[in-house]
């Protein structure tokens, strides 16, 4: 995650903390459909208690992941556990006047049958949710995923630069 919201590169800029929890030694992840979800949340909580942070970055694996397997009520867990774990990280979130943003670059979990009743193991082109929570501002409709990172450095107070090519997609 880290990789790609730093423009493709592994430096470890000034001021960042990387956190990385080890995914769980499995065949394939059917077999442990929460994956570390739990762990990676506690993590997050305890980071967002702590008031150190003004960004911090969250990458939940288990829908993406456990979708490439095909199997449908792995995928059921994988959601659900996502679905707990992102209720505490915005929760906690808002605790501390913070502002949650969810959103994924693809699909996955969402189809999990292809039209001939075959098990659908690939990243999906449907559209995906951008979830503004705790800022009391109206999100404008049809955007992109061009339009995320302007986004969130509207709600950070800091200028778009002119190569991104997006639009904050809060409404002035």
């Known amino acids: 995650m880290t990789f790609f919201f730093n423009g493709g590169s592994e430096t470890v800029f000034p001021g960042e903390d990387r956190v990385l929890v080890a995914s769980p030694k499995v065949a394939t992840y059917d077999l442990q459909p929460e994956m570390s979800a739990r762990e990676v949340c506690e993590k997050c909580v305890e980071r967002i208690e702590s ?15 456990v979708g490439h397997t095909g199997v449908f009520s792995a995928a059921v867990k994988a ?12 929760n906690a979130t808002l605790k501390m006047g913070g502002i949650a943003m969810i959103t994924a670059d693809h699909g996955n979990a969402e189809q999990m049958e292809q039209s001939d009743g075959s098990p659908m193991t690939a990243h999906t082109t449907n559209l995906v949710p951008f979830i503004l929570c705790g800022a009391g501002s109206e999100l404008r409709k049809g955007g992109k995923l061009a339009d995320i990172a302007p986004t969130i450095l509207d709600v950070m107070g800091l200028q778009c630069p002119p190569e991104m090519t997006g639009t904050t997609l809060i409404i002035k």
Do not use: H
């Open 51 to 65: 008031g150190a942070y003004d960004v911090i970055i969250l990458n939940f694996a288990n829908c993406d992941m």
């Open 79 to 90: 959601v659900e556990t996502v679905d707990e774990c992102v209720g505490k990280v915005v």
